[in-house]
């Protein structure tokens, strides 16, 4: 079958390997769709984890080709989404209600493929309105529901969106649906911009051309919004962020940052305000909520590009360049 497989830093080949087989408690999806995530590139060019060569992607769909013996909620046929983690289930995180920090939880990172095996247990059968295409969609969204689960927003909040790449337009996009009242995306890329606009963004602000503090503050009655989603993960902008909260407001940082970064912070700032600043890593309970939410948010803007797994080096630097939104590949 065909693979994509990282070698190194920014070295992407493809090439074949063999086709999976099940064992009792799998099941072989032939891949629809793989979504390109902000971790790809951040392990394209900072490659760490296990060793190398290795295919990735994780954000997938498919439909079923077989089975192990003991699999019998699945027919050839059924189509699913993928949430890549098998959690242990007994660790300290996971009997906490937190097994996004599974100590022991075995990851299903194999989407750059024609076929994969997964365990069935990270199987959700799509509803009959859910395309492939969408589906691909339910593993990022699924990190951005955690991400606003976290913030313990009110309905009719205020809020900003810092970077409208994939993550940044699909908290806009659970957002918009939940109840939100203002929502503000700062975003450099005039491709992206538009795109926040066509989802449902109340205001966007180019920031190296407008003043982002002062358009808060005026969208917001000199206030500032209730939570910030720093989906950029750089020490500035999360710095920026934290300005834009108002007291009691909470920060959320959503993503990756590159190694070195390093966050200098007024802790009397943090104190006096009340300001809460909060990490926000992977998913805990948020999948199942999101596939049955998925055909009734507007995702349609969202998904840009469709590319063949040969282009995946070209893949990666277009999701680079701010020239995209979700770019999906298939085998």
Known sequence: MKVAQLYGPRDIRVGSAPEPKPGPHDVVLKVA????CGTDLHQWEYPTGDGLPRIMGHEYSGTVLSKGAQVAQYAEGDRVAVNPYVYCARCFYCRRGMPNFCRARKLYYSGWAEYVVVDERVLYPLPADVSLELA??????AACLHALDLA??????DICILGGGPIGLGVLALARAG?????????PAAY????AIRMGADVVVDPFAGDLEAVVAQQTGGVGVSAAFECITHSRTMQQAIGLVHNGGIVLGVGNAPPEDRLALDLNDLHRRGITLRGSFSRAFSFERVVRLLPRLNLAPLLTHRMQLEGLPEAMQLAESGQSGKVLLTP
């Not at 769709?33 to 390109?36: E, S």
């Not at 313990?152 to 909040?157: A, D, I, K, Y």
């Not at 109840?179 to 975003?187: N, Q």
């Open 33 to 36: 769709f793989t979504g390109l």
């Open 136 to 141: 691909a969609l339910a593993e990022p969204l």
């Open 179 to 187: 109840g939100a009242a203002k929502i503000i995306v700062s975003e």
């Open 192 to 195: 992206r911009r538009d795109l």
């Open 152 to 157: 313990e927003l009110q309905t009719g909040s």
